[in-house]
């Protein structure tokens, strides 16, 4: 049975479902954010939102706090697994190199690739390097991510903590994610602090013995607001990064060169750019069947080759130019030889003289 592409990849990826899925190589860290996630929200539906349903009894409205918080954390592990499990835009490696690009140095036998080489990218002149594990010149905005061994288009990184690269294809999902999360939490901790005032209200105002009735309200704040730093600060940066048509990797490169971002195109189209245009369809078919590629033989071996498909009258032409050639350089060396024994006769002669 032939082998799929998904099963031959030479990335250090991970496929799920037949190659449906494609995860990083730190897929298992899945299992901790999706656990960051959904624990707090059963601990604010267990110890929280099932107090707070008697608070709001018209129209059962406090039944709306745990149906919100549940259907919003589905929300959130979507967009967690549309940005782990999609391809982030690889871009597929060579077989071989760009034979066009291609140069032979008179010494060396070797093929000889210019790292850089400039390309026009939406009318500006930018340069592009050349990749030596993928065999391809990457793209603009293209970078290869040492984790998954893939060329990623508009890499903006590889997050740890979703298990994949950000690039092209699922940096919307990305921040959707992030920005998402930062609501959830915001939630959260503002149904916790209600929590907690009601307490208050009911304990003549004592915030201690609120706290003790409501151990979990107290861990819960306390956890939403440590996570807010991190998602929020996030959610900000991205906000930033999209306004100024930017990627993490773009930014600190930019920052250490002091270089012009050439890629901005204001901001309401740099946001236009990412929400509201169509995801670029995947350039890979990880379940299709997997072809050989056609290897094409260097230069060199290109010449051994076609001299060893000569007919045989040519490679007996050859063979009789080869003797001939060894038979010319023995006589020399026989008459060099000669010669040389014979001026060393005259030398000794003239030394007994």
């Known amino acids: 049975m032939a082998k799929k592409v998904y099963q031959v990849w030479k990335g250090r990826n991970k496929f799920f479902l037949g190659g449906r899925f494609i995860f990083g190589p730190d897929a298992k860290s899945l299992l901790a954010t999706f656990s960051?996630?959904?624990?707090?929200?059963?601990?604010?539906?267990?110890?929280?939102?099932?107090?707070?349903?008697?608070?709001?009894?018209?129209?059962?409205?406090?039944?709306?706090?745990i149906v919100a918080a549940i259907l919003f954390t589905i929300y959130v592990l979507v967009l967690l697994l549309l940005t782990s499990a999609h391809d982030p835009g690889i871009v597929p490696r060579n077989s071989h190199p760009p034979e066009e690009e291609c140069s032979h140095d008179r010494q060396t036998p070797m093929l000889q690739f210019p790292r850089t080489k400039e390309v026009m990218y939406r009318g500006i002149t930018v340069r592009v390097k050349y990749c030596d594990t993928c065999m391809l010149y990457r793209p603009p905005r293209c970078s290869h991510c040492s984790i998954c061994n893939n060329c990623v288009e508009r890499f903006d990184h590889h997050c740890p903590w979703v298990g994949q690269c950000i690039g092209l294809r699922n940096y919307r999902f990305f921040f959707m994610f992030v920005?998402?999360?930062?609501?959830?939490?915001?939630?959260?901790?503002s149904m916790s602090a209600l929590y907690m005032k009601i307490l208050m209200n009911d304990n003549e105002g004592t915030v201690w013995k609120a706290m003790?009735?409501?151990?979990?309200?107290?861990?819960?704040?306390a956890y939403c607001f440590i996570s807010l730093w991190f998602v929020g600060g996030l959610t900000g940066f991205h906000l930033y990064l999209i306004a100024s048509n930017q990627t993490t990797y773009e930014n600190f490169r930019y920052l250490a060169d002091s270089r012009y971002n050439v890629y901005s195109r204001g901001c309401i189209t740099n946001f236009f750019e990412v929400f509201?245009?169509?995801?670029?369809?995947?350039?890979?078919?990880?379940?299709?069947?997997?072809?050989?590629?056609?290897?094409r033989?260097?230069?060199?071996?290109?010449?051994?080759?076609?001299?060893?498909?000569?007919?045989?009258?040519?490679?007996?032409?050859?063979?009789?130019?080869?003797l001939d050639i060894g038979g010319d350089l023995l006589k020399i060396s026989q008459r060099h030889n000669i010669e040389g024994i014979e001026s060393d006769i005259r030398s000794r002669g003239n030394d007994e003289d």
């Open 297 to 322: 033989p260097p230069p060199a071996a290109a010449r051994e080759s076609a001299a060893n498909d000569a007919g045989p009258d040519d490679r007996r032409v050859k063979v009789e130019d080869d």
């Open 212 to 221: 003790k009735e409501s151990p979990a309200s107290v861990v819960l704040m």
């Open 179 to 189: 920005s998402s999360s930062t609501i959830l939490c915001i939630y959260i901790f």
């Open 276 to 295: 509201c245009t169509k995801i670029k369809p995947s350039q890979n078919k990880f379940r299709d069947p997997f072809q050989e590629p056609q290897q």
């Open 36 to 65: 960051l996630i959904v624990i707090p929200v059963i601990v604010f539906c267990v110890f929280v939102g099932r107090h707070l349903r008697h608070e709001f009894p018209s129209y059962n409205a406090g039944y709306a706090i």
